[in-house]
Nanobody, 115 residues
Framework: VQLVESGGGLVQPGGSLRLSCAASGFTFSNYDMRWYRQSPGKERELVATITPVGDSTNYADSVKGRFTISRDNAKNTVYLQMNSLKPEDTAVYYC?????????WGQGTQVTVSS
């Protein structure tokens, strides 16, 4: 299993970024996908979850109404559209998959929100 995140960077408060996570090594369309984030000194936090066919999503209260998780099963890719970014969104963002009840992580992508 391999998960490769991309799309992070430096953005001003109020700006937007779109993260991508390309998955391989398992049947992507059979599993929920998740985005987590971790800031220095804090525990890793679940940000968003999407079901295998994308018909249901869930979000942390801190990002509801600003972030949107989506997926393209033809491309084995999950996305996180982040709008109205705030300094407190600064973190390393990770995608996560749990095929066969084992948890896999990507290497993470840094998102920094600063003026």
């Amino acid at each position: 299993v391999q998960l490769v995140e991309s799309g992070g960077g430096l953005v001003q408060p109020g700006g937007s970024l779109r993260l991508s996570c390309a998955a391989s090594g398992f049947t992507f369309s059979n599993y929920d996908m998740r985005w987590y984030r971790q800031s220095p000194g804090k525990e890793r936090e679940l940000v968003a979850t999407i079901t295998p066919v994308g018909d249901s999503t869930n979000y942390a209260d801190s990002v509801k109404g600003r972030f949107t998780i989506s997926r393209d099963n033809a491309k084995n890719t999950v996305y996180l559209q982040m709008n109205s970014l705030k300094p407190e969104d600064t973190a390393v963002y990770y995608c996560n998959a749990r095929p066969a009840r084992r948890s896999y992580w990507g290497q993470g992508t840094q998102v920094t929100v600063s003026s």
